[in-house]
């Protein structure tokens, strides 16, 4: 089975962190999107070889895009259960990382079709 049909529930959790940052902030760009996106991945691969990542570096929305998608992967991780909310299944970090590279590459190719808030205006057709 395909990452975004076994796994489509966590893509739609990391999207839906970022729609509703673009809300509050509506001059975010692609680009915000990515470097949030790259921290992320580093941050989880680097978790993922059993090392322990070093902090992340971004400033304004960047880095509250950031805490929202840290927030959504550690959720996913089994790593933050709300008492309020049952848990979802916890996936693996290399799973995580997948995810996590696949909505990166949503952001180039969006870019490239939209302009600097393609991605953001795609994703935000499907959440609401």
Not at 71 to 85: F, M, S, T, V
Request: proline letters at 5%; charged letters at 25%; a neutral charge.
């Amino acid at each position: 089975m395909k990452l975004t049909e076994e796994h489509a529930d966590v893509l739609q959790n990391i999207e839906f962190a970022v729609v509703q940052t673009w809300k509050q902030h509506p001059d975010m760009t692609n680009y915000n999107v990515m470097r949030a996106y790259d921290a992320a991945i580093d941050h989880y691969r680097i978790q993922a070889r059993g090392q322990t990542p070093k902090p992340v570096h971004l400033g304004g929305v960047e880095a509250t895009l950031w805490e929202r998608i840290r927030e959504i992967c550690e959720l996913r991780l089994g790593n933050a259960a709300k008492p309020e909310q049952p848990a979802p299944e916890p996936i693996s970090l290399d799973v995580m990382v997948a995810c996590l590279r696949k909505v990166r590459k949503s952001v180039d190719f969006w870019t490239k079709q939209g302009g600097r808030q393609g991605y953001l205006q795609y994703i935000a057709q499907f959440i609401s």
